[in-house]
Each structure stands twice: as C-alpha cells, then as structure tokens.
C-alpha cells in the first residue's frame, strides 16, 4: 500500500491584530504572529493551506496590519471569511475590509461562494459567514469536480461536540445537526470554535483546528493546531511550537476590560451609509455582533436613556 501522500494544511481563526492581548507578555506580539505563520509556511512547503475564516480580528485592519499580513502571509492561501472579517458581518461589504484587500490583491484566494480544483487534485467548496451550507450529494455535477480524489467543504460556522462548547451552547449548533448539510463531502474544515475537535458526522471527517494563536486567559492551556490532510483523507492533527509565549501569571486579572468603546465606535464606522440612523444601527450591530453580554446590556441602557 502506498503511503499518504500530504496534499494540504488546514487552520483557522489566525485573528491577526496590532494590539497585543491582556494576559500576554511577549514583547514583540507582532513577532509572535510572524512566528506563528512562519510555522505554517515552512509547514506547508509546496502543498496549499486552506484556512476557514477570521483572518483578522477586526474588519477594519489598518494599513499597518495589512502590510504585515502581505508580508507574513503565505502565498495563495485558500480562504473564506469569518464574521470578524466583514463589516458587520456582511458578505456584500467585504470588500471594504481588510480581508477584502488581501483577495483583491490575490495575497488569499476568497473561495465563498464557489468551488476550487487544487492541482494536487481535490476539490475546496467555501462556506464564509452565515451562507448556506449545500450538500455535495443535491449539487449538479461537475465534470470538473467529479474526478477529484477528495472533497472538502471550507465553513465558517459555530459547531460543537461534547468535549468542544461552552455551557448553554445551542442544540442547532451541534455537529449532529450538520450531517445532512455534510452529506458527500470527504472532509469539512471548520471554524469559529476556538476549541479544538475531529469528529465523523456521517461519512465526513470533520476538523475543527480551534484558535490558532491563545490570546485569552481561559485559552492558556489550549494547545493551537493545525490540520494535516493527507490524500487517503485522512486528517492528522499537528500541534504548533508554544516554546516562545509568555503570559502574565495573572493573566486572568488582566484579560481584555469589558468596554472598549474605540474599538466598538470603530466597528461601527460606515453604518450609516446602509441608510439607518445612528440608534437603529447601534442596535442592529449589537443584534449581529459578538460583543460580550454586559456589554451590550450596558450600550443597551444608555441608548434607552438617550
């Protein structure tokens, strides 16, 4: 029997960002990334790394992070977007994104929506935020497609397993519910979940890759991984070098303050142009956003007493 031959590298949620999280200690954070995406090229080699969203933290990268990621980047990286690469989670308005920048550039390759036949010979259907997920079994045939050794679908979406959730998640988010969404594909990349899990949903082999880089205190003893797939299907996973971290040894005293209104002003840059007023677009934006609890309850309160 031949050996397997390794045809691709799998992650996701790289959330590049200039700001440096509270509970780490590295000197240089930008370093740090640098670090890490230099594992995943010299990792790679000569196969493609499929990445399953939120390359950035925010939408809105500046034109400093940008630079860094069309330098540290790998080349003709295989992605979707994630919700932090939208502006306000929205598909239509990528392209005022940072992450928008990196495939108008073709620094990425922005597969939502659409299908990509690698030249190692398998086939990538992208999923990004919020679009419907469409079983290979219901699509048309493609004599493009149809010969590939492999079929992997690229999803951004909150899935969860026993040993991978957060108390209270929701029963609709869970991997059992997707198998009909799954159905025909050979492997499904995904990611949101920052907590790491491989699973079967019918006959796909599912591999969440988690966060790749701990940027928050509950994440410390996490250990950030990347997929390596493997041409029979197979997904091995591949823990990535931490030697260098550091974190405060109170990180959890210093995780992120709860309201940070630069950054929430920031993200709302440009709503208005939606044709909404400022309140109804403050109040969509904490519908559709991911800020935590008693932040929106606090935003909440003061736009009742405005």
């Not at 899990?197 to 205190?217: D, E, H, P, Q, Y």
Request: one cysteine or more; aromatic letters at 8%; charged letters at 25%.
């Amino acid at each position: 029997m031949p050996k397997p031959t390794l045809i691709a590298v799998l992650c996701s949620d790289l959330h590049l960002t200039l700001q440096r999280p509270a509970c780490r200690a590295d000197s240089d954070w930008m370093e740090v990334q640098a670090g890490y995406l230099k594992q995943l090229k010299d990792m790679a080699f000569s196969v493609p790394i499929i990445c399953a969203g939120d390359v950035f933290d925010r939408w809105n990268a500046s034109p400093e992070l940008i630079n860094f990621a069309l330098k540290h980047l790998p080349d003709g990286m295989i992605c979707v977007p994630g919700q932090h690469d939208l502006p306000n989670h929205r598909r239509d308005l990528m392209h005022r994104s940072g992450y928008g920048v990196l495939s108008q550039t073709g620094k990425i390759k922005d597969i939502s929506e659409s299908v990509l036949v690698s030249r190692h010979g398998f086939a990538v259907y992208g999923y990004g935020w919020e679009e419907e997920i469409e079983p290979l079994s219901d699509q048309k045939a493609d004599p493009h497609t149809s010969k590939a050794i492999l079929h992997v679908a690229v999803i951004h979406r909150y899935m969860w397993v026993t040993e991978a959730s957060y108390p209270g998640a929701p029963e609709e988010a869970h991997l059992a519910a997707f198998k009909k969404q799954l159905r025909g594909y050979d492997v499904a990349l995904v990611g949101d979940n920052h907590i790491y899990f491989t699973a079967l949903a019918g006959g796909c082999r599912v591999f969440n890759a988690g966060g790749f880089i701990r940027r928050k205190s509950d994440e410390i003893e996490r250990k950030p991984r990347v997929g390596l797939l493997y041409d029979n299907g197979m997904v091995v996973p591949h823990q990535l070098d931490v030697s260098g971290d550091k974190f405060y040894e109170d990180a959890k005293k210093r995780e992120e303050v709860p309201v940070n209104m630069k950054e929430f002003l920031d993200s709302l840059e440009g709503l208005g142009e939606q044709g909404l007023d400022f309140q109804e677009a403050v109040r969509q934006h904490l519908r559709n956003g991911d800020l935590k609890k008693p932040v929106k309850q606090l935003i909440e309160e003061i736009m009742d007493k405005v």
